[in-house]
């Protein structure tokens, strides 16, 4: 079955150290893989993806995240976090089942909360 | 305006009331999503559609009735919920035939049944 698995529910770190949110996948073929983030009260923010191509992949406010197919990860980054990145993250894959629905399965989220 | 946008914002309705949901995409998208999200529970894919045509119920009770009268317009209408069905409702969208057709949010309906 496909999935996504965000191991930690809260990743704690301090103003201006590089900050990780982890995420793994299991889907047959090649995955199609997202992140989102969800600031309070808010819906999701589409942040960046990977289709193809180069595995680090460069996104919205100097987030990056790096594919990993034998490791069949696809990890957030950022070199530096500020404390406005303090929100929830999810990561997602395209289900290759979904045919053209574009449906995707998401993670169960990661609060990140960095702390001045 | 400009993206996704829902609304109401906020709803409280008690149990024998009929409300409905609105939902505008203005990314020129084809495809649009209803999902539920809960406290401490992953978000739920509720309804799926593909040029108005309905491509996926999610085994939704019958209480939550979508209706796509078009590809910007998304609603879902509501009638004798449950407390239980208090939740943050987030409509998406979406462009097909394209290979990543990443979903795009509204910033969500926050109901709450008494």
């Known amino acids: 079955a496909q999935s996504v698995a965000q191991p930690e529910d809260q990743v704690n770190v301090a103003e201006g150290n590089p900050l990780t949110v982890k995420c793994t996948y299991s889907?047959?073929?090649?995955?199609?893989l997202f992140w989102y983030v969800q600031y309070p009260n808010r819906g999701l923010q589409f942040l960046l993806k990977?289709?193809?191509?180069?595995?680090l992949v460069k996104g919205s406010y100097g987030f990056e995240a790096e594919f990993n197919k034998s490791q069949t990860s696809f990890h957030l980054k950022k070199p530096s976090a500020l404390v406005s990145d303090s929100a929830l993250y999810f990561c997602?894959?395209?289900?290759?089942?979904?045919?053209?629905?574009?449906?995707?399965?998401f993670g169960q989220g990661t609060t990140l909360q960095v702390k001045p | 305006e400009t993206g996704v946008t829902q609304t109401p914002r906020h709803l409280v309705m008690g149990m024998t009331n009929k409300k409905s949901l609105k939902c505008e995409q203005h990314?020129?998208?084809?495809?649009m999503y209803w999902y539920k999200q809960s406290a401490k529970k992953p978000l739920e894919l509720m309804f799926v559609?593909?040029?108005?045509?309905?491509?996926e119920n999610n085994s939704v009770p019958s209480r939550f009735s979508p209706e796509c009268p078009n590809s910007s317009h998304l609603f879902l209408h509501l009638h004798t919920l449950q407390p239980e069905d208090s939740a943050l409702y987030l409509c998406?969208?979406?462009?097909?035939?394209?290979?990543?057709?990443?979903?795009?949010f509204g910033p969500g309906t926050r109901l709450t049944v008494t």
């Open positions: 998406a969208s979406s462009q097909l035939w394209t290979r990543s057709r990443e979903q795009y």
């Open positions: 889907v047959s073929g090649n995955p199609y």
């Open positions: 990977y289709i193809t191509g180069d595995n």
């Open positions: 997602a894959v395209r289900d290759p089942g979904s045919g053209n629905t574009g449906k995707l399965i």
């Open positions: 990314l020129g998208h084809n495809a």
């Open positions: 559609y593909n040029f108005k045509e309905q491509t």
